[in-house]
């Protein structure tokens, strides 16, 4: 999970929990330490080749966008198929495109009120516990 916020971030994991997921959860602040975490520190993506990953994106990081982070996982052979969720207060048309576009596999707004956003996430865990993700080749 890249989200800068403690009390989003909290937030999505409860609720995740909540629905059952009982994955390991490791959570990142920014996105210099989740991508060297995700493409290690030498960025061939290596060390994530055995890794079962999904990740949990926002867009609006302290040290770079969400967007760039997205960008790296898809560009790289050993993450490109690890599934990503982006959850952002971000919900301009051009943006979400763009994040399909660059391979998202989903992108759900934030919403403003705490209810709002603990029921979509709430759904999100649902939807983590009949997901398959597929191996990294």
Not at 46 to 55: D, G, N, Q, T
Request: glycine share 8%.
């Amino acid at each position: 999970m890249i989200e800068d916020d403690e009390g989003h971030a909290r937030l999505i994991e409860r609720n995740i929990r909540r629905a059952g997921v009982n994955n390991t959860i490791l959570p990142f602040r920014d996105g210099t330490s989740a991508l060297e975490y995700l493409l290690g520190a030498d960025g061939s993506g290596e060390a994530s080749a055995k890794r079962h990953i999904l990740i949990l994106l926002d867009l609006n990081l302290p040290d770079m966008t969400g967007i760039d982070i997205l960008e790296k996982v898809k560009a790289n052979p050993h993450t490109k198929r690890s599934p990503v969720v982006v959850l952002t207060t971000t919900d301009d048309n051009r943006e979400v495109q763009r994040c399909y576009d660059l391979g998202a596999n989903v992108y759900i707004t934030k919403p403003v009120n705490y209810e709002g956003f603990a029921n979509a996430i709430r759904q999100l865990g649902l939807f983590f516990s009949v997901m398959q993700v597929p191996e990294n080749p």
